[in-house]
């Protein structure tokens, strides 16, 4: 049930020790289980010190102001649109500034899937940081977990948190990869969107974006698994579902919408991208 002292405003859900036993026998929550969860507004004179660390990985958001966290053998500084994710059995010490108190968002997660989800953060015990450019979809995740174990802590609740939990910790890792605004990375990408009807050439964006050809291919693998050339083939190839399902247009309209001078060779690549022709796409059972 939810604590209401310590901090002005503050929210804090404790599932029951038994009730996490037991959800962690039962499939979905036994991969990922939310244990504790809060928010903590303004949070002066807050401080948490685990010399040995705890069973359970921790996710802290800080939504404004600052702290700071010791983690291991390395101390940082942690300012909003920052997480702090402390694996398990991590020694740490953590707290608020005194001068600028942070805000923070934050849970607790157990399971067997926690391991893994944290490693494709790319988090450890001397990494523990990670930007966050979408604070506002972290901090609506957050609240749905702790409004949702506020209301109740069934099975089925307990799934539902595990579910907003699951996406907290993917989004964060999208968002660690994608690029910002004006990243080279990002304007190339902005430049293949918008001419899905032309074949582009590497060195050329290379070039318009600031960057060696070889350098844009290792950003591009990095994040969308493949290069500059197959992920402009697949915004195209997007952009002509689309016009096959939502449009009379006739095959050979829709690749020449998309720069493809010879419908057949059109024909081919989607047919290879797809597993099956435009036209066997379009006649496909719809659901």
Not at 28 to 36: D, G, I, K, P, S
Not at 42 to 57: K, Y
Not at 212 to 223: E, G, T, Y
Request: charged share 20%; aromatic share 6%; proline share 7%.
């Amino acid at each position: 049930m939810p604590i209401q002292e310590g901090f002005r405003n503050e929210r804090i859900v404790v599932v029951p020790r038994p009730l996490v036993t037991g959800a962690l026998g039962r499939p979905v929550t036994r991969r990922l289980l939310v244990t504790v969860a809060g928010y903590f507004p303004m949070a002066r004179g807050h401080r948490m010190q685990r010399p040995r660390g705890i069973d359970e990985t921790i996710v802290i958001v800080c939504a404004a102001g600052t702290g700071w966290a010791r983690v291991g053998e390395a101390t940082h500084r942690i300012g909003s649109q920052t997480a702090l994710i402390i694996p398990k059995g991590v020694p740490h010490t953590y707290g608020s500034d005194e001068n600028s108190p942070w805000s923070i968002w934050w849970c607790h997660l157990s399971g067997t899937d926690v391991a893994e989800l944290v490693e494709t953060l790319e988090v450890s015990a001397a990494r523990p940081l990670v930007p966050i450019r979408r604070m506002e979809r972290a901090v609506a995740l957050l609240d749905e977990i702790v409004s949702s174990l506020e209301r109740g802590q069934s099975p089925a609740w307990l799934i539902g948190t595990a579910g907003a939990a699951w996406k907290l910790l993917t989004q964060i890792n999208v968002d660690r990869v994608m690029p910002a605004d004006g990243d080279p990375l990002q304007r190339a990408m902005s430049y293949l969107a918008d001419r899905l009807d032309s074949s582009v050439k590497v060195p050329e964006l290379a070039k318009l974006v600031g960057v060696s050809p070889s350098h844009l291919s290792a950003l591009f693998r990095k994040v969308t698994g493949g290069g500059v050339l197959a992920h402009h083939q697949s915004l195209r190839m997007a952009r002509a579902r689309q016009l096959l399902d939502g449009s009379p247009a006739t095959v050979a309209s829709i690749a020449d919408e998309l720069g493809y001078s010879d419908p057949l060779y059109f024909s081919r690549q989607f047919s290879r991208f797809h597993g099956m022709s435009p036209t066997q796409f379009r006649r496909r059972d719809a659901v």
